[in-house]
């Protein structure tokens, strides 16, 4: 692969694009813009989940004041008791059953005390949701509009840069050039070093069998790092 000069010439001026995107990347502008787009995104599906539980919670809460009020009125049926005494009925049986029917009408009423309690929690965190989506969409307005403006801020150096790289790619083979905008997009940077010694730039010894490949201009990947490896 005799191509190094042109892959040193691709890296250098690719080092001038890159450090524009991590200009963009890391600044504040891209940084409130993404918060605000991720939740954005986000949204829809949270609403659709808060929605869904607010639903169950109205749906469970019907279901115990609906049994709440069936006990009462068995309840109620006790009233007469003394008239159900007078007919020969068993008046340890009908208390028996009187008290197991209060039990069971105080356990509704806990289990509806507590359910309350989370319909509430569901009602504030839905509305603290809801103000903060307010708050975001305004940031994901305001933050874009700083964010295009950044980017276009080096529009030209970066069209400029791109029509030098793809005046340099067309010296270097199709294969070797996808290799490197792969180990680009995985953030191996540099991705051409030079040898140091009998070791690479990430620290690992270079065999003997690849150093005599990177004679006449030669590039080789490290079997470590996957860097290419050259010779000066």
């Known amino acids: 692969m005799p191509v190094l000069n042109e892959l040193l010439e691709y890296q250098k001026v690719d080092a001038q694009l890159r450090k524009i995107e991590h200009e963009v990347s890391a600044s504040e502008e891209q940084k409130k813009f993404s918060q605000a787009n991720k939740f954005m995104k986000s949204a829809p599906e949270r609403f659709e989940a808060q929605d869904k539980r607010a639903a169950e919670l109205a749906s469970l809460r019907e279901e115990l004041i609906r049994?709440?009020?069936?006990?009462?009125?068995?309840?109620?049926?006790?009233?007469?008791?003394?008239?159900?005494v007078e007919e020969g009925g068993d008046v340890s049986f009908y208390k028996k059953n009187a008290q197991a029917l209060l039990d069971r009408l105080r356990a509704l009423k806990g289990e509806l005390q507590k359910l309350n309690a989370d319909i509430a929690a569901t009602v504030e965190e839905y509305d603290r949701f809801k103000k903060q989506g307010a708050a975001m969409q305004k940031q994901y307005k305001e933050y874009k509009a700083k964010r295009d403006e950044l980017v276009n801020s080096h529009k030209?150096?970066?069209?400029?840069?791109?029509?030098?790289?793809?005046?340099?790619?067309?010296?270097?083979?199709?294969?070797?050039?996808?290799?490197?905008?792969?180990k680009r997009k995985e953030n191996i940077f540099p991705i051409i070093a030079p040898l140091n010694g009998n070791m690479c730039i990430c620290g690992m010894d270079f065999p003997l069998a690849l150093q005599e490949k990177l004679s006449g201009g030669n590039v080789v990947e490290c079997e470590h790092c996957r860097r290419f490896v050259y010779k000066k």
């Open 67 to 84: 049994r709440s009020e069936d006990i009462t009125k068995q309840i109620a049926e006790y009233s007469e008791l003394d008239e159900m």
């Open 156 to 182: 030209e150096e970066v069209a400029a840069l791109r029509a030098k790289l793809a005046e340099i790619a067309a010296k270097i083979p199709p294969e070797l050039l996808a290799k490197y905008q792969q």
